[in-house]
């Protein structure tokens, strides 16, 4: 099965739940480590080892997928999903954005720019290259 890691903000909780749904859907398995961590504070992590060990998680689940996917409302990245993209580029794996950023630095990583409403694009290009 195909493993792609969701980056995203967590102020998009309910987008990432959606898009993880329609990934599994699509034949994906969509990884989002903690993804229902502390919904009373937003996700936040209120100290620096508990933000320490969400990164980990996630730098984990960037390891074991053939691709990552960001989900970028507006265009916003910030700073742990802009980490996400360096450990991702460093270990050459597929990147999507699910729009730009409109950084020329930041929209030349991804392979496409695929909205949530078109996955099943996403999919076939995955397919295309395993």
């Known amino acids: ?6 980056s995203g ?7 990432i739940k959606d898009t993880k749904e329609k990934l599994e859907r699509l034949g994906f398995e969509a990884l989002f480590p903690n993804l229902d961590y502390s919904e009373e504070n937003g ?3 209120e100290s620096q080892d508990e933000k320490s ?4 998680d996630h730098f984990k689940a960037v390891e074991e997928s053939n691709a990552v996917y ?13 980490l996400e ?17 409109n950084d020329i630095g930041l929209d030349s990583y991804p392979k496409a720019f695929i909205d949530i409403d ?13």
């Open 85 to 101: 993209l360096g450990y991702a580029l460093a270990l050459r794996k597929d990147i999507f954005f699910s729009e730009k950023t």
């Open 118 to 130: 078109n996955l099943e694009y996403l999919r076939d290009l995955i397919e295309s290259e395993l």
């Open 9 to 15: 903000s967590m102020k998009s909780r309910d987008k």
């Open 1 to 6: 099965m195909k493993k792609i890691t969701i």
């Open 53 to 56: 060990k969400l990164a980990w």
């Open 43 to 45: 996700g936040v992590a």
């Open 70 to 82: 960001f989900l970028l409302p507006q265009g916003y990245m910030g700073t742990s999903c802009k």
